[in-house]
């Protein structure tokens, strides 16, 4: 972690986060009314948050798995480098699937794990992230739900962090360095 000190901003109440979750589960339930069982897949760990409250407010019937991918390591910027570090417990061929981002950034992430469960055959794959970096973008990839759109800022909380801190925060902040 840095040896400078920094603040946190407020940027998104909690608030504000959970009645967009409400609105993203009205879309989804009806993209997926038909399902006999949706796969959430999260990944980790910073969606850990935003896949359990999404997974609360959906009514479908809906199976959890976790795969950890991580291109950023402790640091601020992205390695471009997609490690998966934990893979699905689960099978996917012919299942419904919805993949939950914290925070599409560069896109690399995002794209990769995308393409790699492509390669399993699921029978319709969606994605979902939180919050979008549009102005970071190096890969032409989108969710296909996002929360919030935000500027280029370093941010925390809801399940994000910095070198492992400030996950535990109920809101999205921006970090100050002072």
Sequence with gaps: MSARPYVIEEMISAKAIAARIEALCRDIQKEFAETNKLVVVGLLRGSFVFIADLVRELDLPIEVDFLEAS?????MESTREVRILKDLRGAIEGRDVLVVE???????????????LRTRRPAHLRSIALLDKPSRREVDFRADWIGFEIPDEFVVGYGIDFAQRNRNLPFIGKVRFT
């Design 71 to 75: 291109s950023y390591g402790d640091g």
């Design 102 to 116: 914290d925070i599409v950034d560069t896109g690399h992430t995002l794209n990769h794990v995308t393409q790699l």
